[in-house]
């Protein structure tokens, strides 16, 4: 039995084995070619979707660099304001002393003045009982 003698009736037609060979022939790299198509556009649909994420975390990555940058600059400043709070801290110490040194010099010439003033208390006295011996 050859091909060409063999028949395949389907739904009331009749199909000769090397038309049905034929067909197999074409339709097999056709279906194949549809099926690495669709593969092939599976894979491209991944890709974008990977890229598309990529951009989207690329977007996330400048956000976050620029946020650092900005981190940076704040601390740098930050950095600076407590080298002059240092500073301030120095001088105000330095000023505490000398308040301190200047007051202990105002109260000893306030000591030198009550004794004055005392001294020129017993003098005016002196000079009314020299004035005015009879009181």
Known sequence: ???E???????GFNFKGVWVAAAISIAAP??????????????I?????TVSGTAASN???TTVGANLESIMESQKELLDLR???????KITTANDLLV????????SIDTRFDK???ELDDLWRGVDAVANPLR
């Open 59 to 61: 977007e996330k990555l």
């Open 1 to 3: 039995m050859s091909l």
């Open 30 to 43: 056709v279906f194949g070619g549809v099926w690495a198509t669709a593969e092939f556009y599976g894979r």
């Open 116 to 118: 004055v003033s005392k």
């Open 100 to 107: 301190k040194q200047f007051d202990e010099k105002v109260k």
């Open 83 to 89: 080298d002059r709070i240092a500073e301030i801290d």
């Open 5 to 11: 003698d063999t028949e395949l009736k389907v739904g």
């Open 45 to 49: 649909v991944s890709l974008e979707d």
